[in-house]
């Protein structure tokens, strides 16, 4: 039996590795794949987390992942399909068995939203993305286009005019909801250009995307924008398939959880993007890596008093 089970090796997760092999719980950590490292593995560079300026997020994340190792958490690669609370232990069902732990911290992160649009599924991976670190070098001197105005979608705009013709930035209200920063930054590259209240209202093409239909919100007056490639940032939803209804989401399906990263379950805890909070950023996720631990080892040594 472990003392603590993490699912999930974000920022949080790991985090939460570090704070709970120091304070000598038994602790292991189930992640999809060995590169499950959450949205940090995808983003192009970090500007925002003290101490490492600029820093490539792919590097940030196995940076992070180096430091868990050293420090001794066990890791397992699983597919979680369920939790199941029996009181004193948790139960874990994954696609290689079944686990127990004394406590269970839910850091699952969050993937992208899609936008629900004709065209979307059927052209993904054929120019329509989610991911501009991962694909979009397939778009070198193309016309392409992000969808979106938060930071996700900016960082994606700037980073695909350093080799693409032309990006468009379409959005669907006239201002950014971006840190103000990387909107100066974007508003200075000459061959981005910012469709204001737009939003897609298809995406076509045959083999390949070759265009998308806009509608302006204001207007209604529609148009259509030939390009190659279209990359969706509008959002992220919590992974909480795995999670049943006894743990209470908020009506988003985020894990309802204060700082100190409690769920309304004793001994089931959720840090990182998954639960509900104010900033998602990599160092709020880090933040909660520590406190969820601080909250685990309350529960567990007022546990062991009350036996
Ligand atoms: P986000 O901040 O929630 O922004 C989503 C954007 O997509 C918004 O501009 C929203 O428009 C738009 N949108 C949502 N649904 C749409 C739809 N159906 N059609 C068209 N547009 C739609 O999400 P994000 O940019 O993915 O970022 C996720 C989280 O990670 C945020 O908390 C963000 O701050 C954080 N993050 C931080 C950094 C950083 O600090 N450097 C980097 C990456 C991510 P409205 O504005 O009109 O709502």
Same mark, same amino acid.
Request: proline letters at 2%; aromatic letters at 6%; one cysteine or more.
């Given at each position: ?198 939003? #897609?209202?298809? @995406?076509?093409?045959?083999?390949? &995307?070759?265009?998308?239909? =806009? $509608?302006?919100?204001? *207007?209604? !007056? ?42 309304? #379950?004793?001994? @089931?805890?959720?840090?990182?993007? &998954?639960?509900?909070?104010? =900033? $998602?950023?990599?160092? *709020?996720? !880090? ?21």
């Amino acid at each position: 039996m472990e003392d603590l089970i993490i699912l999930g090796g974000g920022p949080a997760g790991l985090s939460a590795g570090v704070y709970g092999v120091r304070a000598g719980l038994k602790t292991l950590l189930i992640e999809k794949s060995a590169m499950s490292g959450g949205q940090v593995l995808t983003t192009y560079e970090v500007d925002n987390y003290l101490g490492m300026k600029g820093m490539n997020g792919f590097d940030m994340g196995m940076k992070f992942k180096e430091h868990a190792e050293a420090m001794g958490v066990n890791f397992k690669e699983a597919e979680v399909t369920g939790i199941e609370d029996m009181g004193d232990r948790k139960l874990v069902h994954t696609d290689q068995g079944d686990l127990e732990t004394k406590t269970l911290l839910l850091a699952s992160g969050a993937s992208h939203s899609k936008l629900h649009v004709p065209g979307e599924e059927e052209l993904a991976g054929m120019g329509v993305s989610y991911c501009a670190t991962c694909d979009g070098a397939f778009f070198k001197n193309k016309v392409t286009a992000v969808v979106g105005g938060g930071d996700v979608a900016v960082e994606d705009a700037i980073f695909l005019a350093r080799f693409c013709q032309k990006v468009y930035l379409i959005h669907r209200r006239n201002e950014l909801r971006a840190a103000k920063i990387l909107q100066d930054e974007l508003l200075s590259l000459p061959n981005v250009e910012v469709l204001w209240d737009q939003v #897609v209202t298809q @995406i076509k093409g045959e083999e390949q &995307v070759e265009s998308a239909m =806009l $509608r302006n919100v204001k *207007t209604d !007056v529609t148009q259509e924008l030939s390009l190659q490639g279209i990359f969706i940032a509008v959002g992220i939803e919590p992974n909480t398939e795995y999670v049943p209804d006894q743990i209470q989401q908020d009506e988003k399906g985020y894990i309802i959880a204060g700082e100190d990263c409690c769920t309304n #379950v004793a001994g @089931i805890y959720a840090a990182g993007d &998954v639960r509900t909070k104010a =900033l $998602r950023q990599i160092v *709020t996720a !880090v933040a909660d890596g520590a406190n969820a631990v601080t909250s685990v080892q309350k529960y567990l040594l007022e546990s062991k008093a009350t036996k």
